[in-house]
């Protein structure tokens, strides 16, 4: 395989995973351990063969970024020679599509469409331009290995997006070269089952569908990978969301509010910290339960084992039904009978760092969040000691 990442580990006695991102990175862990302490900045992306291919992400609708996106494909196209994957709603803007001197670029483009062409194996790094947005929607293209991803902040919050576009060439040489830090943000995931009633029916000997009143019912079932979190809430409707939470098939809580949020380590620092939640370092392993706006003086937000699965039902005495979303996407109804199930996901997002996984978080809660930020108290002297 072409990179891998090298960790340093404290080890107990275990089996020996070997984690996959994209087709051509791996992570090799001690083969020793059932239990490890990691050194989050001791995570490092090595290559082992040159990446050849990059799939570059542009947020849409935002003429700012035109030309960093042009200044970088050419790069990538010309000077590293390498093949560049971009989305073909991206190439259909007309500061694109009519620009006659980025037309030899776009030649060398191979593009794709979401939802309809699976670019999963061809890509060996990702790199994203705009706001932490561009990361969920990268994290979305991927339902299973994610290849590694470079997001520069180029957006307006910035807390996932740690690269300046200044000095991009050599950031990028830097990748390609195979020195970087890297750190794994976990996902969810969540399978959304529901039920469809149908009134049962039958044709008679003049073709006329007869109806008897007798209901059947079917079931449909999705998938989602989520990076940041879930979101059920009680929609348009004015009464209470009224939702049944289950743990390991074992119900814990029924939640009475606004909603609940279940979220990952990197979701923490969104809409979990403005519910009131605690803010999680990407490398914990765990998920957290946030209620919104709780009818309740004691519900406080948790943290449970990423291990765990949870389950979420309307409860069967709720006046109205919910509405769940998945990194703010994909948003849908959720009737009686339909349950949501979350499990933390085999395939986190290999994140990119521009210095190393501890530093860099405490450096986007510093700058993006302003994280304890106080005026500081002034210093006493020995004269106002006696007062």
Wanted: aromatic share 8%.
């Amino acid at each position: 395989m072409p990179w891998s990442l090298h960790l340093r580990t404290q080890s107990l006695h275990g089996p020996s995973p070997v984690t996959t991102f994209g087709p051509k990175a791996c992570m090799l862990q001690n083969p020793h351990a059932v239990m490890h302490i990691q050194d989050p900045a001791s995570q490092r992306l090595t290559w082992n063969k040159p990446p050849k291919s990059v799939l570059v992400i542009k947020k849409i609708r935002d003429a700012s970024l035109l030309q960093p996106f042009k200044e970088l494909c050419r790069f990538l196209t010309e000077v590293k020679s390498m093949i560049v994957y971009v989305e073909k709603k991206v190439l259909e803007d007309p500061a694109i599509s009519g620009d006659e001197n980025f037309a030899a670029v776009t030649k060398k483009f191979c593009t794709f469409r979401e939802d309809l062409d699976d670019i999963s194996n061809r890509v060996d790094f990702i790199i994203c331009l705009g706001g932490d947005g561009t990361l969920l929607y990268a994290s979305s293209l991927f339902q299973e290995s994610v290849p590694p991803v470079m997001s520069f902040h180029l957006g307006s919050l910035g807390f996932l997006t740690p690269f300046k576009f200044e000095n991009y060439q050599s950031q990028v040489n830097q990748i390609i070269e195979g020195n970087a830090a890297i750190v794994l943000r976990s996902r969810l995931k969540v399978r959304v089952l529901k039920e469809n009633w149908e009134k049962k029916s039958r044709v008679d000997e003049k073709g006329i569908i007869l109806t008897n009143g007798d209901i059947e019912s079917s079931r449909k079932a999705m998938q989602y990978q989520v990076l940041n979190e879930v979101v059920v809430d009680r929609g348009p409707s004015s009464y209470l969301s009224n939702v049944d939470l289950f743990l390991d098939g074992h119900l814990i809580t029924t939640v009475q509010g606004d909603g609940v949020i279940v979220s990952t380590p990197t979701g923490s620092t969104a809409y979990a910290v403005a519910a009131g939640a605690s803010m999680i370092h990407p490398n914990v392993p765990a998920i957290m339960i946030t209620p919104i706006c709780p009818h309740s003086l004691s519900f406080r937000p948790i943290v449970v084992p990423a291990g765990v699965e949870l389950k979420i039902m309307l409860s069967c005495d709720a006046r109205n039904t919910a509405w769940v979303s998945f990194d703010g996407r994909k948003r849908q109804e959720i009737c009686h009978g339909d349950s949501i199930t979350i499990t933390t996901s085999c395939f986190p997002v290999p994140s990119i760092c521009f210095r190393d996984p501890v530093n860099d978080w405490f450096e986007s809660l510093a700058q993006c969040l302003h994280w304890n930020v106080r005026k500081k108290q002034n210093y006493l002297s020995s004269e106002d000691e006696e007062f």
